[in-house]
């Protein structure tokens, strides 16, 4: 999930026929399971954690990023949830089938409500809540994520009726409905936990912007109040009747502002578990915290954006600067000097812990090493084309730790290139993400991606795909090139995830020959707790697993 999306990016080419089923599962690492008896659980003090202010109101399909993301996916459940591993069991679903990886028939189980102990959650809710999503009318950054039903290229038209659906999706009855993809894509249920595809109940459409301020949900927890920029408190959904119990008896995540006062309420009990932690931390928290400390690959991906539509970066002599400003950063000794073993620079666009990610092999790859004497050259080669039209601006949000890092690549633009690189923050992320929206920030700007599900797909189709452009998704920077979409779309369709990784890889080959990014490094999941908490586990996606923590 960022920190998502039009056009037809689907191949066509059909995958083997399978037999595909999630049958229901009992149970995970330590929740009740389906129909358990302890469902509503919770005990003892509430979990104080971290988080920054959701950018949007609290819509599935309207979420992409962290803040908002770890509160949909508390007080929301869908069809399937990912485990500590990021493997998939089911949660809403009874089963998830499919003849042909193109046709899926998909059945939720029978007597769940939302957390008003009343409302049923029905096969409607979620056709109803997918064809909200996947309509341009209603402008959800989800949009993309809808993009493999049939039907889609129709409701992602400007001129699009608002009440249109879907053409791929249809209920059978209160309990079972069907999805129909323009491709094989055997992936299909892996996505199916992401917070776009979670549903709403009927109520929910009377007035959208109001029940994102405080929704009627079906999850674990639900929302007691939203106090914005300080805190939203979270309280065991007793109608919850799933795998994902909490241990707790709430959550109350706390907005900080400033990463230097979360770390030094860590350390004096007053937050319970963070998951990230400020420059001036990194060198000694493992120290600090002895085995309360979290530092293990994660999948999260850090980089620069290079708009398009900024001038300085277009045709001929943007191509070229692209190519001389990567050259031109130091990403090892950066890694080494401020993040003491929590990054590693980076060698291709995908995390490491995602199958094919990391890779070594992506050909023109050289382009993301240190070399000062070809980064001057590249830089003299674009000059002499079009001068650029300084200072170089690196845009951040202060309210998250990135300021010295940015001072860091900064500088190594300034003395390599001999230009003025000056970093740029904003007080917070939402005001920055508000101007990268409306396509008013020039300039650079810091960006980085979040895995929404464990697939080297969701590292490059929401963030460089053309129907991901123009404030549809999250490619902000407005990447266009249809040979990579296409390439993405014959990954979708391979048979086997070996298969798609090869395409993809040479869909890579195309994003470092382009650069829209300048990949930076990977993140590790990096965090702690306190003193008074236990069972402490973070997911695959960095998130600690809040529901299994007891105090």
Known sequence: ?????????????????????????????????????????????????????????????????????????????????????????????????????????IKIRSGLTYSDGSTPITAQDFVDSWNYGANAANAQIGQYFFEPFEGYEELSAEDVAPDATLSGLEVVDETTFTARLVTPQSDFPTRLGYSAYMPMPPSAFDDMEAYGEAPLANGPYKLETWTHDQELVLVPNESYDGPRTPKNSGITFTVYQDPETMYLDLQSDNVDVVDRLPGSALATFE??????????????????????????????????????????????????????????PATDFVSPVIPGGGATDIPGAEVLEFDEAEAKKLWEEAEAITPFKGPLTLAYNADGPHADWVEAVCNSLANVLGIEAKPTPFPAFGEMREQIRARDLLGTWRSGWQADYPSAYNFLGPLYGSSAADGNGSNDGDYKNPEFDQLLADGLAAETEEDAIKIWKEAEALLMRDLPVLPLWYQNTIGGYSTLVSDVEYGWDTVPLYHNITK
């Open 287 to 344: 120290s600090d915290l002895g085995e309360r400390a979290v530092n293990a690959p994660g999948a999260v991906f850090q980089s620069i954006t290079l708009p398009g539509y900024d001038p300085n970066f277009e045709g001929e002599a943007g191509a070229i600067r692209r190519k001389a400003l990567s050259r031109a950063i130091d990403r090892k000794s950066i890694c080494d000097n401020l993040f003491f073993g929590t990054r590693t």
């Open 1 to 105: 999930m960022a920190i998502s999306r039009r056009s037809m990016m689907l191949g066509t080419a059909a995958g083997g026929a399978a037999a595909l089923t999630l049958a229901a599962c009992g149970g995970d690492e330590g929740g009740a399971g389906a129909g358990g008896s302890d469902a509503g659980g919770g005990t003892g003090e509430p979990i104080y954690a971290n988080t920054t202010e959701p950018e949007n109101p609290l819509l599935p399909a309207n979420t992409g990023e962290v803040g908002g993301g770890r509160i949909i996916t508390m007080i929301f459940a869908g069809l399937v949830y990912y485990k500590a591993d990021g493997s998939i069991e089911n949660d809403i679903a009874e089963s998830i089938e499919s003849e042909d990886n193109q046709n899926w028939t």
